[in-house]
Each structure stands twice: as structure tokens, then as C-alpha cells.
């Protein structure tokens, strides 16, 4: 464990930050991403919710430690670098290796990860800040706490060393991003595809979210590949078996057989694999909606057509993308809708199929593109508020020591 004193110490910045952000400056949102205008129900709740006095803040706060889910105990690790031992440090590098940061010859299955922050911890880090476009500082900042605390997709962002975000499109030099491109779509390794482009999907209705009637979640469904066909030569049609589609969607809780086992709610949403594997799955421990806009809506809810897009990526053959508004990005807020492709993502989807003859270049799909920005901004920015207060928890009880 650090000294109580140097946490403290570690603490005073942050702190100030923290203060900044309940006065409403919130300089941390300069390294977010959440961004837009809203004025709807939803937003005049989180607009709330952001304002106050301290006391206030650090009560909402602490009811809002759930909806960060199973990586919540992350934001105690704030300022965190290398040659630390601090609690939770373990389950950080777990987290690293789940997606790939680490590798899986780093801590043989059932070995422990130690709580030491060593230096393949750091290279971790630095690479992971380098696939989200944070600043490289190999240290758990709060930029970086608050990106790992957002919930996303279950597939890996480093495959085998590679940085599947950064391989096309971005070197990352020292601790600079170099743009050299502005495509930064990926495909799996060997560009695995559909030969046949009239492909066949059915929805396993034996589990589906509660939330969502049966009717709905085959809307939802229908209108995510509908984003894939508009752009390329591939045509989706929704069939009902199981065994003679293509392509399988089911909703599922926690250990489902794949040995990609889910984590309940929050943390991670869905996974989905390669072509021609065919099967995406939902993670049913979520709050799926197909209405965020909803006033019952929720700092819980994730809107099941932009998470489906994204999945559907992975099934016709696209990896994450480092592009923030690229539908391949890995993470996606709550109340968040990211439904219509972004240029990145049609760049990568004609590559490897050819581009639909009805498509105009230059356009994008017609899904709805509209985000409760202000909302996300809030949800990021509570995420942020959460990381440096746990911190500021520190400090208080370090005066006392
Ligand atoms: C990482 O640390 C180990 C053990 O301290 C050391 O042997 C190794 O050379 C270091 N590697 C790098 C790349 O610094
Ligand atoms: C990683 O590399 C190994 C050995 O070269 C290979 O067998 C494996 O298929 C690769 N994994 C992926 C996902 O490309
Ligand atoms: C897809 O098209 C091929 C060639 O036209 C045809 O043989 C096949 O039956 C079609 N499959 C489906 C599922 O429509
Ligand atoms: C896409 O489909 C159109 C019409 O069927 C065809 O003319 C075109 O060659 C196809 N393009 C590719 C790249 O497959």
C-alpha cells in the first residue's frame, strides 16, 4: 500500500479538479468524449444531478457506485504508476489482459495477478490510453479510470501484440499519436469474410431481455443489419431457425457456454465473432431499451439497435476502431444511441465487401445519429467525479491517520 501521507499528497490535484467539476467547469471533460445539446427529460434529470453543493455531490455520488458495475473499484486506484502496490491493482491487470493488453503467457490461467503496478502493467497502460486517444501517461489518471469504468464491447482490442485500434491509419510514436490517415477501421487477422453475400439470421426467443417484447427486439434487430446492407453488397434476411441461419442473436446471463463467460450488469454489453462464426450475444443482465428518449429512462439503459450495429460489425468481419463516433468503437455510454455508420465504418465495410450500387458516397446510414449528448457528458462526467472522489476519500481519511 502507498503511505497515507503520499496519497494525500497525490490527492491535491485531483481534489482541485474535482472541486473545479462541481462548480460546473469540469476540466476533466476535455479529455471525454461526450459532447452535444439536449433538453429532454432525461437530460434535465442529469442536469440535476451535476449540480449542488459538495455534500450533495459526494451522497449522489456514492449512490451512483453500482451503475459503474464490476470495474467500479477501478477509481481507487487513481494516480497509480509504475512501482506501486496498491489493492485492486490485480484486478486491473485482469481487465488489461481480458482485452488483450496483457498477454495470456503474462499470468497463466489461475495464477493471481499481484498487486504490483510492474512494468508490463505500464506498457499495458500506455498502450491502452494510446487505442483511446488519451494522453500516454503510462499512470491511472482520471481520463483513463474514467474510460475504463465505461462499459463496452466484450471483444479484444490487441490481438496476438497487435493494436488492432491503432493498425491502420495511426503510428503511435513515443508518447505521440501521428495521424497518417484518417481510415482507422480494422479487420480480424487474414480478412476472414462471407463468400455468400444473401446471408440469414435468426433470434433465439427463448431468453430475451425483459424489457423488451419479442416484436421490438426483431425490430431492433432488423434495423441494425438494415445499417450494414445499405452500404455493401451483403443482404440480411431474418429467418426463424436456428440451425439453418446463417448467423445466431441471443440474449444471455453470465457463464452461456462460450467460454467467454458475462459479468451481470454493466462492465461488458455483448460479444460477437469473426466470420463465419455467426453468433452474437447480448448480455442479459443489462437494461436493454429501444427507447432512451424515454422519460423512465435510466443512467442503466443501453439502447439495443447502436450496441446490436456494433456487434453486427464484428460478425461481417470488422475489429474495433479507435475513431471516437465510429460505430466500431469499443465503449459506448449509457442512454447513448450510435445507430447511423460513421465513414469509418463504411470505409471498412466496403473493403471487404463492395459497395452497395444504391449507396451514395459521402452520405451516411439512415439510423438516428441523435445522442443525449448532454446526458452522456453528464453520465462521463459523474464517472469522472466518482474517480476523484474516492480520491478526496483518501485525503480525508489520511488527516486523520
Ligand atoms: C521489467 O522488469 C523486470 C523485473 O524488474 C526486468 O527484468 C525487465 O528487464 C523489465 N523490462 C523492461 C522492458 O523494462
Ligand atoms: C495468435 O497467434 C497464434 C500463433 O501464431 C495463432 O495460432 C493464433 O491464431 C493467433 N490468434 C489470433 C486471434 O489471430
Ligand atoms: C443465396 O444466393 C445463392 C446464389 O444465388 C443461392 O444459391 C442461395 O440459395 C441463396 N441463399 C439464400 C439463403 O437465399
Ligand atoms: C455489388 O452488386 C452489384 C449488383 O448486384 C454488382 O453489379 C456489383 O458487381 C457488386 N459489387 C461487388 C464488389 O461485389
Not at 509504475?82 to 498477454?103: E, W
Not at 460489425?313 to 479507435?322: M, N, Q, R, T
Amino acid at each position: 500500500m502507498s503511505t497515507p501521507t503520499r496519497s494525500g499528497l497525490n490527492c491535491h490535484l485531483v481534489v482541485a479538479t474535482l472541486l473545479l467539476a462541481l462548480l460546473g467547469i469540469a476540466q476533466v471533460e476535455s479529455h471525454l468524449h461526450g459532447h452535444g445539446h439536449g433538453h429532454d427529460t432525461v437530460v434535465e434529470l442529469s442536469g440535476h444531478r451535476k449540480l449542488g453543493a459538495l455534500s450533495e455531490g459526494v451522497t449522489r455520488v456514492a449512490s451512483l457506485t453500482d451503475e459503474a458495475g464490476p470495474w467500479n473499484s477501478f477509481k481507487t486506484l487513481l494516480d497509480t504508476k509504475l512501482g506501486d502496490v496498491r489493492t485492486g491493482v490485480g484486478a486491473l491487470k485482469s481487465y488489461l489482459q481480458q482485452f488483450g493488453y496483457i498477454s495470456k503467457t503474462d499470468a497463466p490461467a489461475g495464477t493471481p495477478f499481484t498487486d504490483t503496478f510492474d512494468n508490463i502493467t505500464q506498457t499495458a497502460v500506455m498502450n491502452y490510453q494510446r487505442s483511446f486517444g488519451l494522453t500516454v501517461t503510462g499512470r491511472l489518471d482520471v481520463a483513463t479510470l474514467t474510460q475504463m469504468i465505461t462499459p463496452r464491447c466484450g471483444r479484444e482490442d490487441v490481438i496476438n501484440g497487435t493494436l488492432i485500434m491503432l493498425q491502420r491509419g495511426l503510428t503511435a510514436t513515443g508518447t505521440q499519436h501521428v495521424s497518417v490517415g484518417s481510415q482507422k477501421w480494422a479487420s480480424f487477422a487474414g480478412n476472414p469474410r462471407w463468400t455468400r453475400k444473401n446471408l440469414t439470421y435468426a433470434i433465439d426467443s427463448t431468453l430475451l431481455s425483459p424489457a423488451v417484447t419479442q416484436t421490438d427486439t426483431e425490430i431492433a434487430i432488423d434495423t441494425a443489419f438494415a445499417q450494414w446492407s445499405a452500404v455493401t453488397n451483403l443482404t440480411f434476411t431474418r429467418i426463424q431457425s436456428l440451425t439453418t441461419a446463417d448467423i445466431t442473436i441471443s440474449f444471455d446471463l453470465l457463464d452461456h457456454g462460450d467460454g467467454n463467460p458475462f459479468d451481470g450488469q454493466l462492465g461488458v454489453l455483448a460479444h460477437a465473432y469473426a466470420p463465419t462464426n455467426g453468433r452474437l450475444h447480448f448480455d442479459n443482465s443489462e437494461s436493454w431499451s429501444i427507447n432512451i428518449q424515454s422519460a423512465s429512462s435510466t443512467l442503466k439503459d443501453f439502447d439495443l439497435v447502436s450496441v446490436a450495429v456494433h456487434e453486427i460489425g464484428h460478425l461481417i468481419g470488422l475489429e474495433h476502431s479507435s475513431v471516437p463516433d465510429a460505430i466500431m468503437y469499443p465503449s459506448i455510454s449509457p442512454l447513448s444511441s450510435k445507430q447511423a455508420l460513421n465513414a469509418d465504418d463504411i470505409a471498412g465495410a466496403q473493403s471487404l465487401y463492395g459497395a452497395n450500387p444504391t449507396f451514395t458516397p459521402g452520405t451516411t446510414t439512415p439510423g438516428t445519429g441523435g445522442n443525449l449528448g448532454a446526458a452522456v457528458a453528464s453520465w462521463r462526467r459523474l464517472r469522472a467525479m466518482d474517480v476523484a472522489l474516492s480520491c478526496f476519500g483518501l485525503l480525508v481519511a489520511s488527516l486523520f491517520i
